[in-house]
C-alpha cells in the first residue's frame, strides 16, 4: 500500500484566494482525520470522519474550514476565503476502526498564504 | 475533552545517553497512549504504543510506561544516537472513533 496521500505537497497562494487540499486515506481504513500543525499550536484535530460521516468537527477554526469525504478513498480540506494565519502544515491520517487504533499520517500540505 | 501535558518542551542529551520523556492526561477513560516520532520535514510516525491493561512496553531501545491511577506516561530512549534526534509527540485516546489528542512535542538533541 502507498499510505495516505496528500496532495499538493506545497501550496503558495495569496490572501482571499480559496484553497482546496486532498487527501486518499489508505484502503481499508474506515476513519480519516485532519489536523493542522504549528509551531505555536502543535498538532491540532481539525475534524474528523468515519465511514465517511463528519464525527467531531469541533476543532474547525471558523467557518473559512470545510471538509468532506464523498467516498471512502477520498477527501477534502478547504479553506475559503484563506488568510495569512492559515499557513502550516496540514495533516491527513487514517486507521481502521476495530482493527487497533494505529494511525497512519501522510506527507502534509505545507500552506502559505502570503 | 482531553487535555494532554508534555515535558520537557527540549532535551538535550549526550550520544550513549537515556532521555525521558513524560505525558500527563486528564479524561480517565482513555485507553490508548500512542507515542510519534518526527524528523524535520517529515511526517509524525508511530514508534511505540501502549494499552491501558499493560504497564509497561519495550522495543529494543525504547520503552513506554503507563501509570493509570497518576494519569502519566513516559517514553524511555536508552543508548540514544544521533539519529535519534526528532520531535516526539505523546497522544492519547478514549474513544472507539481512535480520536488521537497530542501533546505539545519534545525536540530531543542527541550529540555526537
Known amino acids: 500500500d502507498a499510505g495516505v496521500i496528500q496532495s499538493p505537497r506545497h501550496e503558495v497562494t495569496e490572501m482571499g484566494q480559496e484553497v482546496t487540499l486532498r487527501c486518499k486515506p489508505i484502503?481499508?481504513?474506515?476513519?480519516l482525520f485532519w489536523y493542522r500543525q504549528t509551531m505555536m499550536r502543535g498538532l491540532e484535530l481539525l475534524i474528523y470522519?468515519?465511514?465517511?460521516?463528519?464525527?467531531?468537527d469541533s476543532g474547525m477554526p471558523e467557518d473559512r474550514f470545510s471538509a468532506k469525504m464523498p467516498n471512502a478513498s477520498f477527501s477534502t480540506l478547504k479553506i475559503q476565503p484563506s488568510e495569512p494565519r492559515d499557513s502550516a502544515v496540514y495533516f491527513c491520517?487514517?486507521?481502521?476502526?476495530?482493527?487497533?487504533?494505529?494511525?497512519?499520517f501522510g506527507s502534509g500540505t505545507q500552506l502559505s498564504v502570503l | 475533552g482531553e487535555n494532554v501535558e508534555q515535558h520537557p518542551s527540549t532535551l538535550s542529551v549526550q550520544e550513549g545517553d537515556s532521555a525521558v520523556i513524560k505525558c500527563t492526561y486528564s479524561?480517565?477513560?482513555?485507553?490508548?497512549f500512542p507515542w510519534y516520532k518526527q524528523e524535520l520535514g517529515k511526517r509524525p510516525q508511530l514508534i511505540i504504543d501502549?494499552?491501558?491493561?499493560?504497564g509497561e512496553k519495550k522495543d529494543q531501545r525504547i520503552a513506554v510506561t503507563l501509570n493509570k491511577t497518576a494519569k502519566h506516561f513516559s517514553l524511555h530512549i536508552t543508548e540514544t544516537q544521533p539519529e535519534d534526534s526528532a520531535v516526539y509527540f505523546c497522544?492519547?485516546?478514549?474513544?472507539?472513533?481512535?480520536?488521537?489528542?497530542f501533546g505539545q512535542g519534545t525536540i530531543l538533541t542527541v550529540h555526537p
Open positions: 484502503s481499508g481504513h474506515n476513519s
Open positions: 497522544a492519547a485516546s478514549g474513544t472507539s472513533y481512535g480520536k488521537l489528542t
Open positions: 501502549i494499552r491501558s491493561n499493560v
Open positions: 470522519f468515519n465511514n465517511n460521516v463528519p464525527i467531531d
Open positions: 479524561d480517565s477513560a482513555s485507553n490508548y
Open positions: 491520517a487514517s486507521r481502521r476502526q476495530g482493527a487497533g487504533e494505529k494511525l497512519f
